[in-house]
């Protein structure tokens, strides 16, 4: 069966026309994430860890045990008084940290190299980064939670109690190499890890009480090691992330900010819209 000349170039005009909507709805910023994500500049980094964590804590005990301490010695008064950073084996702390990075990062598709391996790192001749966790912090403190509830026209009932929370802060120093980016850039993460609660209020209809009854699981040095790996694991994440929609914003023109930013799922391969930076600037 031979098609007509006239429906012949009706077929034409609309594959032209579906092709423009397609090149319509992929944004320049689109199109720039998936070009760095298939020519992956830098392509490699060097992983450079610290030797040991610092520890604060914001727990204070009874004012009386502080009053007359010398100032150099607050500090491990402080740190006496936590219930979890204290136990911390800092080596190992570091270790889950740079597993977690390191595996993530070659997960998303970097060469990752320790500095046991500076040798093969330099000969590479190509871009690359060095990407220097210059410190690591641990913060102990308590957080206090609350809950508030209504039954029928009864009073509002509230409560609220304290439990431990630690901050894992992560500064890193980028730098390039091999390539004009040469600029040591300082940036910053935190995540939180807490105490878990399981509770609520219960009512007791027959003698009209109202109690809140809870549960909690406190964190320790074990948790802290699991979290560590899972904040290496977010933190490539989040590079990724940084390099990529920097990547975007240098190759869009000087005066078209980009209006999307992106993030790669590196579980399902895939390019998504970014809703929270997970590094900051410093």
């Given at each position: 069966?031979?098609?007509?000349?006239?429906?012949?170039?009706?077929?034409?005009?609309?594959?032209?026309?579906?092709?423009?909507?397609?090149?319509?709805?992929?944004?320049?910023?689109?199109?720039?994430?998936?070009?760095?994500?298939?020519?992956?500049?830098?392509?490699a980094i060097m992983l450079l860890?610290?030797?040991?964590?610092?520890?604060?804590?914001?727990?204070?005990?009874?004012?009386?045990?502080?009053?007359?301490?010398?100032?150099?010695?607050?500090?491990?008064?402080?740190?006496?008084?936590?219930?979890?950073?204290?136990?911390?084996?800092?080596?190992?702390?570091?270790?889950?940290?740079?597993?977690?990075?390191?595996?993530?990062?070659?997960?998303?598709?970097?060469?990752?190299?320790?500095?046991?391996?500076?040798?093969?790192?330099?000969?590479?001749?190509?871009?690359?980064?060095?990407?220097?966790?210059?410190?690591?912090?641990?913060?102990?403190?308590?957080?206090?939670?609350?809950?508030?509830?209504?039954?029928?026209?009864?009073?509002?009932?509230?409560?609220?109690?304290?439990?431990?929370?630690?901050?894992?802060?992560?500064?890193?120093?980028?730098?390039?190499?091999?390539?004009?980016?040469?600029?040591?850039?300082?940036?910053?993460?935190?995540?939180?890890?807490?105490?878990?609660?399981?509770?609520?209020?219960?009512?007791?209809?027959?003698?009209?009480?109202?109690?809140?009854?809870?549960?909690?699981?406190?964190?320790?040095?074990?948790?802290?090691?699991?979290?560590?790996?899972?904040?290496?694991?977010?933190?490539?994440?989040?590079?990724?992330?940084?390099?990529?929609?920097?990547?975007?914003?240098?190759k869009l023109p000087a005066n078209?900010?980009?209006?999307?930013?992106?993030?790669?799922?590196?579980?399902?391969?895939?390019?998504?819209?970014?809703?929270?930076?997970g590094l900051t600037e410093m």
């Amino acid at each position: 069966m031979r098609l007509k000349p006239g429906l012949l170039r009706s077929l034409a005009k609309l594959s032209l026309i579906l092709a423009a909507l397609v090149l319509v709805s992929c944004s320049p910023e689109r199109r720039l994430a998936k070009q760095f994500m298939q020519n992956r500049e830098p392509a490699a980094i060097m992983l450079l860890a610290p030797d040991f964590v610092y520890k604060v804590s914001y727990k204070l005990p009874d004012s009386a045990v502080l009053a007359g301490v010398p100032d150099y010695l607050t500090d491990s008064l402080l740190l006496a008084n936590t219930d979890v950073i204290r136990f911390v084996d800092d080596s190992i702390y570091i270790s889950a940290f740079v597993s977690g990075f390191s595996s993530a990062l070659r997960q998303t598709g970097y060469k990752v190299f320790s500095p046991e391996q500076s040798g093969e790192f330099l000969a590479l001749g190509q871009k690359a980064l060095i990407i220097n966790i210059a410190q690591a912090e641990l913060e102990e403190y308590f957080d206090s939670i609350g809950e508030k509830a209504q039954f029928g026209d009864e009073d509002l009932y509230s409560y609220e109690f304290f439990i431990t929370s630690v901050n894992l802060n992560f500064w890193f120093e980028m730098s390039g190499m091999n390539h004009n980016d040469s600029v040591m850039r300082v940036l910053f993460s935190q995540q939180i890890l807490s105490d878990r609660v399981d509770g609520g209020f219960r009512y007791f209809p027959f003698t009209g009480d109202v109690k809140y009854i809870y549960s909690v699981d406190s964190i320790d040095a074990r948790d802290l090691y699991f979290a560590a790996t899972k904040a290496g694991e977010l933190n490539a994440t989040y590079l990724n992330d940084y390099l990529l929609n920097r990547y975007i914003q240098n190759k869009l023109p000087a005066n078209h900010p980009a209006q999307k930013a992106y993030t790669y799922d590196r579980v399902s391969g895939t390019l998504k819209k970014l809703k929270v930076w997970g590094l900051t600037e410093m």
